[in-house]
């Protein structure tokens, strides 16, 4: 007697992981990155503060074989404290390999395969907003003194104390 066709969940779907695993290894494999986790887990791998400067770029093999070089994309001012983590870097990525892979991390500041490839993320200033102190406040209601509707003066006088808060900080 046959047997039942168990049900499947997925109705003749894949999952977008397993039908680009293939490429990423692949596309990891052609810069030197042998094992991927490296670059999908680098905040895991390095720490979030060194994840939030750096970027893995590139690994690449010497002649002799004795170790590789990983290359790390940055901006000219993180530099400097990449260069002295670079020893801790190398420790959590071989420890990320599981073996003495990576003999030796540069630091660049432009990507080696060129400028479209490994960019660094800028990400803006926290906004702050800037109360206007309490003169900058009064003098505000006090040029809008004269308006009879109630919304109406409130709205000049938030618009003036910001106008003349903005005027206080140019002129400093």
């Known amino acids: 007697m046959k047997q039942p066709r168990p049900k499947s969940t997925t109705r003749g779907f894949s999952r977008a992981a397993t039908l680009m695993q293939t490429r990423i290894?692949?596309?990891?494999?052609?810069?030197?990155f042998a094992v991927t986790r490296l670059l999908t887990h680098w905040t895991e791998v390095v720490g979030e503060a060194?994840?939030?400067?750096a970027t893995p770029v590139n690994v690449s093999y010497g002649k002799g074989g004795m170790g590789a070089t990983l290359t790390?994309?940055?901006t000219g001012a993180q530099a400097p404290m990449l260069e002295m983590q670079k020893e801790q870097i190398r420790e959590k990525v071989n420890a990320c390999y599981g073996y003495r892979a990576i003999a030796r991390?540069?630091?660049?500041?432009?990507a080696p395969t060129g400028f479209s490839d490994g960019r660094v993320a800028f990400a803006p200033a926290p906004?702050?907003?800037?109360?206007?102190?309490?003169?900058?406040?009064?003098?505000?209601?006090?040029?809008?003194?004269?308006?009879?509707?109630?919304a109406l003066r409130t709205a000049l006088a938030a618009?003036?104390?910001?106008?003349?808060?903005?005027n206080d900080t140019r002129s400093r």
């Open 159 to 166: 618009l003036g104390a910001n106008v003349l808060s903005k």
């Open 25 to 32: 290894r692949k596309a990891s494999e052609e810069r030197g």
């Open 127 to 150: 906004k702050t907003k800037n109360t206007p102190s309490e003169a900058v406040q009064s003098a505000a209601r006090d040029l809008s003194e004269g308006i009879e509707s109630d």
């Open 50 to 53: 060194t994840a939030k400067i």
């Open 105 to 110: 991390v540069r630091v660049t500041q432009t």
């Open 72 to 74: 790390l994309l940055t």
